[in-house]
């Protein structure tokens, strides 16, 4: 079992940054990838970004390019999302996630239905 726990989340205006953390306890977490998803009202929750299990590889979705990082802190069993240049569409419930099955292929790890234990999400609210 793991529990994560998401923070950091806020109001900002259009332009503004956020950056957002997730603790995990439990299980090892040095030795699983770990993603960011995002859940807009009346939306699907969608992948944002993921990164292996020793932060060597990262993957974005595509709107997110260039905007948002992800790092992980294995001593601190954190995972971070620094998100810049926010845009209204931004606006969500962000979570953290730990990746439990499949391959390390590009789909396996932008899919949702590759992880598990998920937290309990933090808003991000970015107006204009």
């Known amino acids: 079992q793991v529990q994560l726990v998401e923070s950091g989340g806020g109001l900002v205006q259009t332009g503004g940054s956020l950056s957002l953390s997730c603790a995990a306890s439990g299980r090892t977490f040095s030795s699983y990838d770990m993603g960011w998803f995002r859940q807009a009202p009346g939306k699907e929750r969608e992948f944002v970004a993921a990164?292996?299990?020793?932060?060597?590889?990262?993957y974005y979705e595509d709107s997110v390019k260039g905007r948002f990082t992800i790092s992980r802190d294995n001593a601190k069993n954190t995972v971070y999302l620094q998100m810049n240049s926010l845009k209204p569409e931004d606006t969500a419930v962000y979570y953290c996630?730990?990746?439990?099955?499949?391959?390390?292929?590009?789909?396996?790890?932008?899919?949702?239905?590759?992880?598990?234990?998920w937290g309990q999400g933090t808003q991000v609210t970015v107006f204009s």
């Open positions: 996630a730990v990746r439990v099955t499949g391959s390390s292929t590009v789909r396996d790890i932008t899919s949702r239905a590759r992880y598990g234990f």
């Open positions: 990164i292996s299990w020793n932060g060597g590889s990262t």
